[in-house]
């Protein structure tokens, strides 16, 4: 009696290109063809399934299979033809290599591969080269046939708000209603002087909202804006080449005139963000939460009702935000749990500010007098300090080789271990910083910073506050920060809060 014949166990691996291939065969008919290959040629089969570029060797489901071939249980791959594993030749090339290590086959419908055989292996290869000068004559296809589409006007992203996509021509045709709302943002913002933030408030009290259904904000009102679609114009760019502009490509929602109003308007009130800037408020960047050391942001509110309901401007005032609303939106998804410190109206904090540098003003002669006297309990101060800090700098590097050796026993992965370090890494350098200016301290060195001190301090009290940029620099050139912390909102009624000044 004949033995049974074992059957071969493969990893059977369809893709559907992004390019737009009329030869190429969707998944649901490479599965169905792969299948009835592997029933008919005694084949059990795992599929591995996705859609992505040839060019691209990371795609996801391409990694998983790799991964699972490393087991050593599986006797090749199963591929429509060799070109669904990549068209370019040098990822082409790795892949060959790992096959022939793990001594697997190749399997497609027309041929089977054994690349332990020379033979095979430059066939294979020939068949790479022609599937990668197929794959660049096809994309040099499509974008002659984009580009001659974007001579004619065709739009292929997504249609801006007021607009839509002709479903034959692909054209943009004004949608009257939405129209309106483009119109009015132009007029608000070019004729009646509104800024963006008051635009937004104006349109989201009116109940208009964006294509995707949500309010507007300050980003959704800068796009439109900006976008030449409004004057009927279609801009394609493309990579090293010059960007291809189509005047009169479709009918214009707002004049030229009105758009380059807004194009100059936007350059005029363009501001560097806080992160890059300091001089927005008086108080921007000096202002952390003591219990989640995030640095608080400002923002205008209205003081009545009426006043939001009429957008007057005079009426709001300068608000410290709470830390949850004073975070990044990554922040905000990142955070579980909020902070429980509340907002306040800015112009407390800075009086509360302006109040104890008054006070320090008043204690720097004794300061200076306490330095001199006990010149070397000063001295002894810096040494402990210093002493201080080299022991923390010594921690943290045992922190480091903790690190390293958790990484090679398997408890950190690659990026828990970069993270970690990196993180030791930042640590370790402030604290250098700190130990470079407490190199040299002498008396005289201390009394001449806090003589310097106190009279950055005499020329702050002394100026007018009003310029906030101003005010904001000379600021932080007294202060390093100000923690500032409030247990309770002020509905009812002010209540308290207390600040604790850094001085630089």
């Known amino acids: 009696m004949l033995a049974k014949k074992l059957k071969k166990l493969v990893v059977v691996y369809v893709r559907k290109s992004r390019l737009k291939d009329v030869d190429a065969i969707e998944i649901d008919r490479q599965i169905e063809l792969l299948t009835d290959y592997a029933n008919s040629n005694n084949m059990e ?90 794959m660049r004559m096809t994309k040099r296809k499509l974008l002659r046939g984009r580009i001659q589409s974007v001579k004619k006007g065709t739009f292929f992203s997504i249609a801006p708000i007021g607009y839509e996509k002709d479903e034959f021509t692909k054209k943009l045709v004004p949608n009257e209603k939405r129209a309106a709302v483009v119109r009015s943002i132009y007029d ?39 976008n030449v679609a409004y004057i009927g114009i279609v801009r394609y760019e493309l990579e090293n080449e010059e960007p291809i502009h189509v005047i009169d490509a479709h009918p214009a929602l707002i004049d030229e005139d009105t758009f380059n109003k807004a194009q100059l308007n936007l350059a005029q009130n363009r ?34 009702r009426s006043a939001r309901k009429s957008l007057i401007k005079d009426e709001r005032e ?37 109040a104890q540098l008054k006070l320090k003003l008043d204690m720097i002669d004794n300061e200076i007098e306490t330095i001199i006297r006990g010149d070397n309990s000063y001295i002894n101060e810096v040494e402990q300090k210093q002493m201080s800090l080299s022991n923390r700098l010594s921690a943290l590097d045992e922190q480091k080789k903790r690190v390293q050796n958790g990484y090679k026993n398997g408890i950190y992965n690659d990026e828990e271990a970069a993270e970690e370090i990196e993180s030791i890494r930042r640590q370790q350098g402030t604290i250098k910083q700190e130990l470079k200016t407490l190199e040299g301290a002498t008396v005289k060195a201390e009394v001449d910073r806090i003589q310097e001190t106190k009279e950055k301090i005499e020329h702050l009290l002394s100026r007018d506050t009003s310029n906030q940029t101003k005010t904001n620099k000379l600021l932080s050139e007294v202060i390093d920060k100000v923690y500032y912390w409030k247990e309770k909102n002020d509905v009812g009624g002010e209540k308290p809060f207390e600040i604790l000044i850094e001085y630089n």
């Open 318 to 354: 300068l608000y410290v935000l709470n830390c949850f609303a004073s975070k990044s939106t990554k922040g905000k998804r990142e955070t579980a749990v909020k902070c429980t410190n509340y907002g306040v109206k800015a112009s407390r904090v800075e009086a509360a500010i302006f």
């Open 45 to 134: 089969y795992v599929i591995f399934s996705e859609e992505g570029s040839s060019e691209d060797w990371n795609r996801p489901k391409l990694k998983e299979m790799l991964r699972e071939l490393e087991r050593g249980i599986y006797d090749g791959v199963l591929v429509t033809d060799q070109d669904r594993l990549t068209r370019d030749r040098t990822d082409f090339g790795l892949f060959v290599r790992f096959m022939k290590a793990k001594s697997l086959m190749l399997f497609t419908l027309n041929k089977t591969y054994n690349f332990l055989n020379d033979d095979d292996i430059f066939y294979t290869g020939i068949q790479s080269e022609m599937d990668n000068h197929f």
């Open 188 to 226: 608000l913002y070019v004729n009646k002087g509104y800024n963006q933030t008051e635009i937004c408030e104006h349109l989201n009290l009116l109940g208009y909202t964006t294509n995707e259904g949500k309010p507007f904000t300050t980003r959704s009102t800068s796009i439109i804006l900006r």
């Open 271 to 304: 501001k560097v963000p806080q992160t890059c800037q300091r001089g927005v408020y008086s108080l921007s960047r000096l202002l952390v939460c003591p219990k989640c050391n995030q640095t608080l942001s400002f923002c205008m509110k209205y003081n009545k």
